[in-house]
């Protein structure tokens, strides 16, 4: 069994060798750029993980980890374009450095390069992991939308929310996933347990965004706490107030988010001290945990030893223990 | 045989069973508008013609044909917002319609939607069907990108137009034929033979555009004679002109094409008058037949019968012959 650090290695060098055209520059530099504002490679390493949990050796499904951090990145760019975003890992966005059009481009020759790598795989399998990773992708673009369309929408449900998380966040780890399955020759069934696990997995994380977004160390949290509070996002945590708050502290929530000029800080308070009245924060724990315990009665079905899943139990573990 | 009117029935009854999701809708409703503008799906047609001139039921081309399709939906959806274009075929474009973020979003996932189609194929060709078209596809992006950095440019040469054209507008041509003849296991050399026709055509039919543009009989031309010409668009025609003129006649063209305001119809006509002086029209035709006559050099050594290659040659005549 390779170690995580093994794994990344593994993966760092496949992104160092992956080679696009010189020319057009506009167009190819732009993907160079944002390939290696690095991350935690994450999604690759899912592939690779899920491969080797069922028996395979992890180089051989680097050509799909490959497509999945190219796609991941792609949807990056065009994302950071629908939401206005300058910054992306405290660097320029790609349509801040170069321009719109050149975001808009290069974003769709990303996702051609992500279909190169997907069509290097194996012929083998070739058809079951397009049909996997389009859907994934598919569900990735219907996440990203219903996330817009919330925020002109006043009435969006728990239930609504956590689709929408499900399709931007978590179908996307979840054919990681399976396509690992898929390259290592599991079971129809294994596969879609594994697929399962990492659905229930994303949502666990995205709702530990949204905890740590409010309740984080500040010393140790990499960003602004109450981010979101602050720019009134639709959260799993703004939501279930608003679903749970009567009279004044409904009041508190409509006057607060209803502001177009205010204090940060005070709002960030005021904001929390609803969600404490309302026991907020452990509601959404209870729920993650509900997600995080699903995906691991899931992984338990999965026809592996403990030793072979100990890997993306270890990551799991360590994304869900993070503080920062 | 089948005849270009049967294979048109063929593909609109394919395009109007093309299924996608029905939510969310600000998704999935572009989709469906811009592929119902029309148009007159030249290239979904070559992939059945190719498919039948090397003795394969068209129909089983069918998948291939609707992911072109598809495809080169997408890159209008995408290009009309990199070009700010308020209309296509007469109608708003979806930018416009609806917004730039969901024509962003809505391009991505027809994208997805094409390779879903070309997954569709039989495994024994997907392999090789998914490296054209992502070589195709790629090409094209190139040649968008080409396209928008000319316009900034002043010393864009005669053969940087045409890599330009064939990378924006041949390869697809191109490609939608190689695709039929992979699918009707085609030999490497024939699938080649066809590409290259196909490139060539496709040059062809960009010159005739330009040609035209200026040439047309404004009583049966679609749309505004002169409009490269008012646009300060790099033509074939303008590039040359540029390459040619000297003293007086380079003048008047740096000072027509310097205006930010003029008399569109003065302008068009000082224009073509320097045309008419350098012999440009005759310099495009000539170009044009030579691009012509290389597409038709490429088909003389397909291995194939006359009958097999008849209708590709009608269509390319008939294309060949429009005037408006």
């Given amino acids: 069994m390779s170690s995580i650090l093994q794994l990344q290695e593994i993966l760092e060098t496949a992104i160092k060798n992956l080679k696009f055209p010189e020319n057009p520059k506009q167009l ?36 799909a980890a490959m497509a999945v951090e190219v796609f991941h990145n792609f949807t990056l760019v065009h994302d950071d374009i629908m939401d206005n975003a300058p910054l992306r890992r405290g660097k320029a966005t790609v349509h801040e450095k170069w321009s719109t ?26 058809k079951d992991v397009l049909d996997t990773f389009n859907a994934t992708a598919q569900g990735v673009c219907e996440g990203q939308q219903l ?28 054919g990681a996933l399976k396509l690992g399955a898929i390259i ?94 309302l026991d907020i924060q452990n509601i959404a724990k209870e729920t993650l945990d509900n997600y995080l315990n699903k995906a691991l009665s899931y992984m338990a079905q999965i026809n592996a030893t403990n030793e072979a899943k100990a890997n993306i139990l270890d990551l799991t573990k360590q994304l869900m223990a993070r503080q920062y």
Avoid: C
Wanted: aromatic share 10%; proline share 3%.
């Fill in 184 to 277: 290592a020759e599991a079971s129809e069934k294994d596969a879609d347990l594994i697929y399962q696990f990492g659905e229930n997995i994303g949502i666990a994380f995205q709702l530990q965004d949204d905890i740590l977004d409010v309740y984080a160390d500040p010393e140790k949290f990499g960003k602004q706490v109450g981010g979101d509070i602050i720019a009134n996002k639709k959260t799993f945590l703004l939501l279930k107030a608003f679903e749970l708050a009567e009279t004044e502290n409904l009041q508190s929530l409509q006057t607060w988010t209803g502001y177009q000029e205010f204090d940060a800080k005070e709002k960030v308070e005021a904001i929390k001290q609803v969600y404490d009245v």
């Fill in 28 to 63: 190819y530099d732009p993907i160079t750029y944002i390939i290696n504002l690095g991350g935690k490679r994450i999604r690759p390493l899912l592939v690779l993980m899920s491969a080797e949990l069922f028996s395979k050796n992890p180089n051989d499904a680097i050509h």
């Fill in 147 to 174: 996330d817009m369309e919330f925020e002109n929408r006043d009435d969006v449900s728990i239930e609504e929310y956590i689709n929408m998380i499900r399709l931007k966040t978590a179908v996307l780890l979840a």
């Fill in 101 to 126: 059009n050149t975001a808009i481009l290069s974003g769709d020759v990303m996702m051609v390069e992500a279909n190169k790598n997907l069509a290097k795989v194996n012929p083998v399998y070739l």
